[in-house]
């Protein structure tokens, strides 16, 4: 039984005696556990490296459907943990702390959501990942920032839908696609902050540098970049293209595996616009820490649990996910 003081925490905070050598005992757990560890690129650097898996989103959903390990540690926020169960019901899923929430998840109350949906009756309702498994439920089909254009153009030009909740991304998709959705009012704490002035001071001093920005940014931000994409997008551009310099506007956590990727390059984050920190951070995802996923391991706790009617609810629409990029090669 977990002591009642981490429950309060939402998480273990036991000490890890002096000289623990932690990455060499999280390793032994996972192989003595047979634990999967994923972490999303947004974590910190440490927890990146001892990850078995690391992706955004659809990856991470891609992984978890198909593993064969009995404990998942998702090292990243409480609606991916969420999904991880709904895809694996029969496996344990961990996640080091239970405050890894996701300001857009929030920013999308269930009960809320609902109301919205059936104002409006025979649309198509479309979420991003980035909810609760109760929004999920009351979705047709979930997408990520990797598919969610092909897949809104799966569905015929004059089908009325709903995108929930990033107002962003919806409002970009549906410039690039013609289409006419009703969008959810939400946003995500972090590509909010972005700023054309702040990143058009970085260019200044960066005259060559390559602009990528993540399509949850604001228009005008998004309308100054050479790459909008996906996480994954955003990374496999950096690598590619001929250009020695970018500066990235997303969550500076992926900055961890571009350099890591093209060890030869820059990549300058881009500052929120209301601090004078050199990049932006998703305070969610830095909960996660090392001795945070150690503890996880040891005493196979926080569990993320799912009722078992939204769970039932919210698999239909990750499935069909899963099974429109699957058909499109995503």
């Not at 490296?49 to 390990?69: E, N, P």
């Not at 540690?73 to 895809?87: R, S």
Request: proline share 6%; glycine share 4%.
């Amino acid at each position: 039984m977990v002591d009642k003081k981490w429950q309060e925490l939402g998480y273990i905070d036991e000490p890890i005696p002096e000289g623990t050598d932690i990455k060499a005992e999280i390793r032994k757990m996972c192989k003595e556990k047979n634990a999967l560890i994923m972490a999303h690129y947004y974590t910190e650097a440490s927890v990146q490296d001892i990850a078995d898996f690391i992706g955004d989103s659809l990856a991470l959903a891609q992984k978890a459907a198909t593993t064969d390990a009995d404990i998942i540690v998702m090292c990243g926020v409480h609606f991916m943990g969420e999904t991880n169960k709904i895809l694996c019901p029969d496996k344990k899923v961990l996640i080091p702390d239970l405050n890894a929430s996701c300001s857009l998840a929030e920013s999308c109350p269930a009960d809320a959501f609902e109301k919205f949906v059936k104002a409006h009756p025979n649309h198509t309702v479309v979420s991003y990942v980035n909810t609760t498994a109760a929004t999920k439920a009351l979705t047709d089909v979930v997408v990520t920032s990797s598919n969610a254009r092909q897949i809104v153009e799966s569905f015929p030009k004059d089908t009325p839908m709903i995108f929930g909740p990033d107002r962003n991304l919806g409002n970009y998709i549906n410039k690039l696609t013609g289409r006419d959705m009703l969008v959810w009012d939400g946003a995500c704490h972090v590509h909010e902050k972005f700023s054309v002035e702040r990143i058009l001071e970085l260019k200044a001093q960066h005259p060559n540098a390559k602009i990528l920005v993540h399509p949850e940014c604001k228009g005008p931000v998004v309308k100054l970049a050479d790459k909008v994409g996906s996480t994954k997008a955003l990374l496999n551009y950096s690598i590619h293209d001929e250009a020695q310099e970018f500066i990235v506007a997303t969550e500076s956590g992926i900055l961890t595996e571009m350099q890591k990727s093209a060890p030869q390059k820059t990549f300058i984050p881009a500052p929120p616009d209301d601090s004078t920190c050199a990049c932006n951070e998703c305070s969610y995802m830095k909960l996660i820490t090392m001795r945070k996923l150690y503890n996880c391991l040891k005493y196979e706790w926080p569990t993320v649990e799912v009722e078992p009617e939204i769970a039932k609810k919210a698999i239909k629409p990750i499935h069909r996910m899963l099974e429109i990029s699957k058909q499109l090669g995503l």
